[in-house]
């Protein structure tokens, strides 16, 4: 008896899609363009590659890299192959890479060489021991023992490692029969893809996926109407679900077209919106801020924009949504986690504009949301606010190699707790409120304060440490550091952030760092944060008030 949902894998979705859209355009990047076709031989290509260099099924694969073509392919051929994808932030520095490559027992990772001003072989230079003792696709590296091969995507390369173009070189070992084989070997049900995102406790945590979330993305491009008569423009960073769900999988699903840009930059993007006939575009506020702007002083012909998406419903989004309407189109808004996969919550392109910017969505099919009392989990009222808990299909299976954390993630009835503050209206929508957990969003980046806090308690002259959010015109809020000096200590706020800088991504360095001789502490011993957050606000200035005069 088949299922009622067909199960499908991530790897089978380009030859699918070259079998349905044969020649109509798929990828368009800088001067190039692929059709459907030229897209699914490139994945195969990439999938016989890896099979050549002797990727095992299972294998952990992380991507470094910036979005590319090469990102895309990699993206199903790792899945072709029966491969795991370790999607890995381009913002990672020396300490992120090291913990997020050890923990997941990545065995090949696939980096750029240089992107801009940003060194990331010379990163992986420092973070690897000597790569220049023997196999090049079967390294033995102390202290990650289950690395095997370092490929860069670009011309230069670290001794011992491959250039992707050499890895690429070696697809003519791999038969079509074999790589059939490998493909059709493929559990739908199995491990696809281990996402990082920061917690409230320190270290990042590794979310598991398996395939099942194409459903996901059929039914979501169903609800916003989207086919091969699309075209959708992708800045969004690949290593975010937003980016890799919403527009990658979305358009290997319905035949969309994609723009693909390496980065996020408005001028270029609106240039794209017009040139290409763009009829989609997506963004948090931040982007859609910055295309705003950017409209206002060189306009740009956009109307050929049909729909955006905005993850919105929240103070800080609402302004920047309902400008969006005016200038570019209608947005729907929706809800997301890594934990709980992309837009797992969506509006209606037929809602009313106060449902698509006021609120953030209706759960989708097969996805229930319940508002928990944040301390018992107990189901609240109507209208209420409690903590968001998530049950459905999309949820992760759990925290890679973290069960504590898994478990301590779910109630005893298997509902996931977001830890974020919502409530539900009476027209089924719901409203994101912010976050009970303690954590930061840097331009729809998550920060974790404890993470920080960590590596600055180590500092030789920090007593103590407590990292609060200070509100930022731009990316919603960025970090403070409070500092606590030792006894005779002269450390200033230079040799604080010099501490991160390199170290830990640009977005999670802090943008103030302020001394007290104290924090205000509730009964039990707690810092109260709250408490600081207003007294960074004292003593650095209200930037919305600044903003408004």
């Known amino acids: 008896m088949s299922d009622w949902f067909e199960k499908r894998t991530f790897g089978q979705l380009p030859s699918d899609a070259a079998a349905r859209f044969g020649d109509r355009e798929a990828l368009v990047f800088k001067d190039r363009r692929w059709t459907w076709r030229e897209f699914s031989a490139e994945v195969d290509r990439a999938a ?3 099979i050549a260099l002797g990727v095992e099924p299972g294998e952990k694969i992380a991507l470094w890299m910036n979005n590319k073509p090469e990102w895309l392919f990699l993206m199903y051929a790792v899945a072709k192959v029966g491969a795991v994808l370790v ?6 520095r020396t300490e992120d890479i090291q913990y997020a490559v050890t923990q997941s027992n990545t065995g090949t990772i696939i980096s750029d060489d240089r992107s801009g001003p940003v060194d990331y072989l010379g990163m992986l230079r420092e973070v690897l021991p000597n790569t220049d003792n023997g196999d090049p696709s079967a390294h033995q590296l102390d202290g990650f023992p289950d690395l095997r091969r370092i490929v860069f995507v670009g011309k230069n390369k670290l001794p011992g490692t491959l250039t992707w173009d050499e890895a690429m070189a070696r697809c003519a070992e791999v038969s079509d029969e074999l790589l059939r084989r490998r493909a059709a070997a493929v559990d739908p049900d199995g ?3 281990i996402g990082y995102t920061s917690g409230t406790t320190g270290n990042p945590k590794g979310v598991m996926h398996t395939h099942i979330n194409i459903r996901n993305a059929m039914e979501r491009a169903a609800i916003l109407g989207i086919s091969f008569t699309d075209t959708e423009i992708n800045y969004l960073p690949m290593f975010h679900l937003y980016g890799l769900g919403e527009v990658a999988l979305i358009c290997v699903v319905t035949g969309a077209k994609q723009i693909l840009m390496e980065a996020f930059e408005a001028e270029e993007a609106l240039r794209l919106i017009e040139s290409e006939k763009v009829t989609i575009a997506h963004g948090f506020d931040t982007h859609w801020k910055d295309l705003l702007d950017r409209q206002a002083s060189a306009p740009r012909d956009v109307s050929s924009l049909r729909l955006g998406t905005l993850p919105s ?10 400008r969006v309407q005016d200038v570019f189109c209608p947005t729907v808004s929706g809800f997301g986690m890594t934990e709980i996969w992309a837009y797992v919550s969506v509006s209606f392109p037929s809602d009313t504009p106060e449902q698509r910017i006021y609120a953030s969505g209706m759960p989708m099919n097969g996805v229930e949301f319940r508002i928990g009392d944040p301390q018992s989990a107990a189901a609240l009222p109507l209208g209420e606010v409690g903590q968001l808990m998530v049950k ?15 478990v301590d993630s779910f109630t005893s009835d298997g509902w996931f707790l977001t830890g974020d503050m919502a409530k539900l209206r009476e027209d089924g929508r719901f409203v994101f409120l912010g976050r009970y957990k303690d954590m930061l969003k840097v331009g729809g980046e998550n920060v974790s304060p404890a993470e920080i806090e960590a590596r600055l308690m180590v500092l030789h002259g920090v007593s103590a440490v407590a990292i609060v959010s200070y509100p930022d015109p731009r990316l919603h809020e960025v970090a403070v550091a409070y500092v606590i000096r030792s006894a005779n200590s002269e450390i200033n706020e230079d040799d604080i952030l010099n501490a991160l800088r390199g170290n ?26 709250v408490k600081l957050r207003a007294s960074a606000i004292e003593a650095l200035g209200d930037p919305g008030v600044a903003q408004a005069s």
Not at 87 to 92: A, D, E, F, Q
Not at 313 to 322: E, M, S, V
Not at 392 to 406: D, F, I, L, N, S
Not at 504 to 526: C, N, Q, W, Y
Request: hydrophobic residues 40%; proline residues 10%.
């Open 191 to 193: 491990l696809a893809l």
């Open 392 to 406: 459905g299909y999309t949820v992760m299976k759990g925290y890679y190699e973290k069960p504590e954390a898994t």
């Open 87 to 92: 999607p890995l932030n381009t913002r990672y």
């Open 313 to 322: 419903g929240t103070d800080a989004t609402i302004p920047t949504a309902l």
């Open 48 to 50: 016989k590659a890896l």
């Open 504 to 529: 830990v991504a640009s977005f999670k360095i802090p943008r103030h760092v302020l001394f007290v001789d104290e924090f205000p502490m509730t009964p039990s011993g707690k810092v109260q944060k």
